[in-house]
């Protein structure tokens, strides 16, 4: 089976898109199948146009000079569509699997119908949602409705679709595609890169003013949906309780500057720890100074229809964390099992929670194993990759 992947994005890039991206295409190969694979402009200028990392080689395709919205993506769509061509005609793969956003998909049918080849599209969010949490748009204005016509276009032509969770699966059956035609491949972890929580470095924890504290912690990027303005705002009545808990702020992000203001403004910034972004290689030390994950999700259409990667790395690694009840954790996360689950958008029931975590700490061994199991019997990508075979098999006629 040779498949041709059409990527927003890739490593070198760290995100949980590229992460897993990664994971799909080295599983992919472990059945047999060659992978081919495009990134579109969003990956930026690059040192040439084709590359390779951790042993896969990518495609590259060169970043248009427009950058005038509407416009903008116009190019982008008509370079991703002659890059495409051009392999297509090289390779003449047996699928075109096409990635989130709609942006690679609508070139990726054209290619398709033209070559004759099937195009499937896998759907990791919606275009129109992610637009509406960066502030670019708003719910039910018209570019959000362009963009959710475009997105359901481009799920009727395709001749299957991919998506990550139930959540998604179930609007994309509201918007009148055929159960049949949809099949979820999970997120998951490859459990052989994670450890049951290591040791903390001391010198690192005693550097950031941690030592002998309760420490509470996010890593990675400050999106307004994340909910750590809510996080701030519980653990500033989490303090009055527990006087030696600390919070621990990993990464960076659009929501950096203000979550400091906030910090400020609530008198709690002496307790709470700002690392900004460290290197990929160094962050696995920053998760063993926590004690306590926090994942505070807001409620949105994003959050209740998506499942993000992160918790199911920190049951990976043994962890102890705490989550809101959205629908894309609620997907997840085995309340008072694999994790705790506190009411989105309450801060009060949020410092409780961990509050009640942090005096119940003879139950956390038996999270952590329970967790762990979760990850190596059902969110692993064995068991994912597996789901994209009879798929393709239908659609070419191939056995591998």
């Known amino acids: 089976m040779r498949v041709v992947h059409v990527l927003d994005h890739s490593i070198p890039l760290h995100s949980g898109y590229t992460f897993r991206t990664a994971n799909l295409l080295k599983g992919q190969r472990a059945l047999g199948w060659e992978t081919f694979h495009l990134t579109s402009p969003k990956q930026g200028m690059t040192d040439a146009l084709v590359e ?42 047996d699928v075109i699997h096409a990635h989130s956003p709609v942006l690679n998909a609508l070139p990726a049918l054209k290619v398709g119908r033209r070559a004759g080849i099937p195009v499937v599209y896998e759907v990791r ?56 035609k949809v099949t979820v491949i999970p997120n998951a972890v490859n459990v052989d890169s994670f450890q049951m929580g290591g040791v903390a470095d001391e010198a690192l924890k005693s550097s950031l003013g941690l030592a002998g504290c309760e420490v509470i912690g996010f890593i990675g990027s400050f999106y307004a949906y994340e909910g750590l303005d809510l996080l701030l705002e519980a653990f500033s009545r989490l303090s009055a309780r527990r006087p ?58 994003l959050t209740e229809l998506v499942t993000p990667l992160k918790p199911l790395e920190a049951m990976a690694q043994g962890r102890i964390f705490i989550a809101s009840d959205v629908g894309g954790h609620k997907e997840l996360i085995r309340d008072g099992e694999t994790g705790v689950l506190f009411p989105a958008g309450n801060a009060e029931a949020l410092a409780g929670s961990i509050d009640e975590l942090f005096a119940r700490r003879s139950a956390w061994d038996d999270m952590r194993q329970a967790g762990r199991r979760f990850v190596e019997d059902v969110r692993n990508w064995t068991n994912s990759v597996a789901q994209y075979v009879p798929v393709y098999q239908a659609l070419t006629g191939r056995s591998g």
């Open 52 to 93: 390779e990392v951790d042993g896969l080689t990518f495609h590259r395709t060169p970043v248009p000079g427009v950058s005038l919205p509407v416009l903008g993506e116009l190019a982008m769509m008509r370079a991703i569509e002659s890059r495409l061509d051009a392999l297509v005609a090289q390779l003449r793969p």
């Open 244 to 301: 030696s808990a600390r919070m621990l702020l990993v990464g960076g992000g659009p929501q950096e500057d203000k979550l400091k203001q906030q910090a400020n403004a609530l008198g709690i910034a002496d307790r709470v720890v700002f690392t900004g972004r460290v290197p990929h290689a160094e962050v696995q030390r920053y998760y063993d100074l926590v004690d306590v994950l926090a994942y505070p999700r807001h409620s949105m259409r």
């Open 125 to 180: 969010a919606f275009w129109e949602d992610a637009a509406v949490d960066h502030g670019t748009t708003r719910e039910n204005s018209l570019r959000y409705r362009l963009t959710r016509a475009l997105e359901t276009r481009a799920l009727k032509r395709a001749d299957h679709v991919f998506t990550i969770c139930e959540g998604l699966r179930n609007d994309m059956l509201g918007r009148g595609i055929p159960g049949a």
